[in-house]
Each structure stands twice: as structure tokens, then as C-alpha cells.
């Protein structure tokens, strides 16, 4: 497993930030990277383990050969059940053991390093702010989300048409309106506030940030970071229709 064990984090902020990281890698390799994913996957090789990595990459690789291990390892032999499951019930199987070695990295880390329980909650309350790998992979943080937005689905829909308008800007790209009354352009900004803090990115599960470059799928209306998709500003100018990689496998499937 090269790199996975690279650093040792010391502080409840560096720990926070190495789960980040390796949560980040393993809901790419379960969503934007699922083919490459599965075709790694061999039922023919040996045990198989999926490991994200502090940088936000994974990769699929034989277990530690050293015991015990640097830090806890995945579950093993995740390619023998590739074929023999649905692909989703297989994907999301995985997650759901993604989920759990993520917690156990994170507090063995707290534990070699002498985290208090005030550390220890704040560790927790920090990792439980973020959606589960499971939670990312089955689609649970889209359903959250429309659930939650469904009291401001006017405003909601007011928004969105607004983004979408405007001559030098073809593709929905950015979350902000165009230039308005003041009055009126105080309610928009109110109401964009509400909605931008609960959209969450359909790729990695994190929360709208202005800062942010986001596109939008036109098929299942759902946002993304341009880096989670690998689509540039540059990029998104020349797309007539966006279509997110799970709308595009699905319509590579059928």
C-alpha cells in the first residue's frame, strides 16, 4: 500500500484532515472512477483491499505483508463478491467497510497519540458533520438534500432559472444570480444563502462554498465540484449539456 501510512497526524486537525483526505479518494473510486474501480477488482487475483490515501487518491492493493500492520487495514477480498452481486449492492457493501476503516484509522491515530475524550468528540462531531462514504455512493445525501430543500422549492427553482439565463454565461456553472434591484437583490442573496449552505456535491458529499467552481448535471439536476468531476471553468464553456458520470454510465449500461 504505497503512501497510505506516509505521515502520522498528531493534532485532532491533522487527523480530521488525513480522513478527509482518504474519505475523498474512496468516493472517487466508488463514483467518478467506478469503472477503473471494478476493473481492478479481479475475482482471479488474490485478496483484494480498497485504500484511500491521506492525498484524496486510492488505490486497490494487496494487504500489509507486516504484522501487525502500520496502521488498520480495509477489509479484505473485496473482488471475490465483484460478480457474484448487483453492482450497486456490491458498491455499496464496500462502502459501507469503507465507512468503518475510515473511523478506524482516524482514532487509532487518536489513540497512539493520547486524545482526550474532549479530543476524541471533537474528532467525531468533525467527522460526523460530513456524509458517510455509504451515505455518497447510494445517493442517501441527494435524497437529504431535496428533502431539506423541498420548503423552499420556489426559491429554489427561481434561482436556478436565474443562473441559467444570461448571454455570457451558457452553462449553469456558478450558483450566483445576475445583477438586480437592491431590494430585491437583498431577498435573492437570503434565499441563495439557505440553498447554497444545504446543496451538497452529488460526487463527494461536501457543502456549497463560494469559493468553490460547481456545474450542474442537466439530467438528475445534481451539483458538483469541477474538481470531483474533473470539468474546469474553461472547460464547462464549451458543454451544451452536462451529464454527470453516473447519468453517463447508466446511459452506457442500457
Same mark, same amino acid.
Given at each position: 500500500?504505497?503512501?497510505?501510512?506516509?505521515?502520522?497526524?498528531?493534532?485532532?486537525?491533522?487527523?480530521?484532515?488525513?480522513?478527509?483526505?482518504?474519505?475523498?479518494?474512496?468516493?472517487?473510486?466508488?463514483?467518478?472512477?467506478?469503472?477503473?474501480?471494478?476493473?481492478?477488482?479481479?475475482?482471479?487475483?488474490?485478496?483484494?483491499?480498497?485504500?484511500?490515501?491521506?492525498?484524496?487518491?486510492?488505490?486497490?492493493?494487496?494487504? $500489509?505483508?507486516?504484522?501487525?500492520?502500520?496502521?488498520?487495514?480495509?477489509?479484505?477480498?473485496?473482488?471475490? $463478491?465483484?460478480?457474484?452481486?448487483?453492482?450497486?449492492?456490491?458498491?455499496?457493501?464496500?462502502?459501507?467497510?469503507?465507512?468503518?476503516?475510515?473511523?478506524?484509522?482516524?482514532?487509532?491515530?487518536?489513540?497512539?497519540?493520547?486524545?482526550?475524550? $474532549?479530543?476524541?468528540?471533537?474528532?467525531?462531531?468533525?467527522?460526523?458533520?460530513?456524509?458517510?462514504?455509504?451515505?455518497?455512493?447510494?445517493?442517501?445525501?441527494?435524497?437529504?438534500?431535496?428533502?431539506?430543500?423541498?420548503?423552499?422549492?420556489?426559491?429554489?427553482?427561481?434561482?436556478?432559472?436565474?443562473?441559467?439565463?444570461?448571454?455570457?454565461?451558457?452553462?449553469?456553472?456558478?450558483?450566483?444570480?445576475?445583477?438586480?434591484?437592491?431590494?430585491?437583490?437583498?431577498?435573492?442573496?437570503?434565499?441563495?444563502?439557505?440553498?447554497?449552505?444545504?446543496?451538497?456535491?452529488?460526487?463527494?458529499?461536501?457543502?456549497?462554498?463560494?469559493?468553490?467552481?460547481?456545474?450542474?448535471?442537466?439530467?438528475?439536476?445534481?451539483?458538483?465540484?469541477?474538481?470531483?468531476?474533473?470539468?474546469?471553468?474553461?472547460?464547462?464553456?464549451?458543454?451544451?449539456?452536462?451529464?454527470?458520470?453516473?447519468?453517463?454510465?447508466?446511459?452506457?449500461?442500457?
Amino acid at each position: 500500500m504505497d503512501g497510505a501510512g506516509a505521515y502520522n497526524p498528531r493534532t485532532v486537525e491533522e487527523v480530521f484532515r488525513d480522513f478527509k483526505g482518504r474519505r475523498n479518494g474512496m468516493i472517487k473510486a466508488l463514483t467518478t472512477d467506478v469503472r477503473e474501480f471494478r476493473g481492478l477488482c479481479d475475482p482471479e487475483k488474490e485478496n483484494l483491499c480498497l485504500y484511500g490515501l491521506p492525498n484524496e487518491h486510492w488505490e486497490v492493493n494487496l494487504p $500489509a505483508e507486516e504484522v501487525p500492520p502500520e496502521i488498520p487495514e480495509p477489509v479484505l477480498g473485496i473482488n471475490f $463478491a465483484r460478480n457474484g452481486m448487483d453492482e450497486k449492492d456490491w458498491l455499496s457493501l464496500v462502502a459501507v467497510h469503507s465507512d468503518a476503516w475510515l473511523l478506524s484509522v482516524a482514532f487509532f491515530f487518536g489513540a497512539r497519540f493520547g486524545f482526550d475524550k $474532549a479530543d476524541r468528540k471533537r474528532l467525531f462531531n468533525m467527522m460526523n458533520e460530513l456524509p458517510s462514504v455509504f451515505e455518497v455512493v447510494t445517493g442517501a445525501t441527494k435524497k437529504q438534500s431535496k428533502e431539506k430543500s423541498s420548503v423552499s422549492n420556489n426559491s429554489s427553482n427561481r434561482s436556478k432559472s436565474n443562473s441559467k439565463q444570461g448571454g455570457s454565461e451558457p452553462r449553469p456553472k456558478f450558483s450566483k444570480a445576475e445583477p438586480k434591484a437592491e431590494e430585491e437583490e437583498e431577498e435573492e442573496e437570503e434565499e441563495n444563502e439557505d440553498e447554497q449552505g444545504e446543496t451538497q456535491c452529488g460526487a463527494c458529499g461536501e457543502c456549497y462554498a463560494d469559493d468553490e467552481f460547481w456545474i450542474c448535471c442537466d439530467l438528475c439536476e445534481s451539483w458538483f465540484h469541477g474538481k470531483c468531476v474533473k470539468i474546469t471553468p474553461a472547460k464547462a464553456e464549451h458543454i451544451k449539456q452536462y451529464k454527470c458520470p453516473t447519468c453517463s454510465n447508466k446511459r452506457a449500461r442500457s
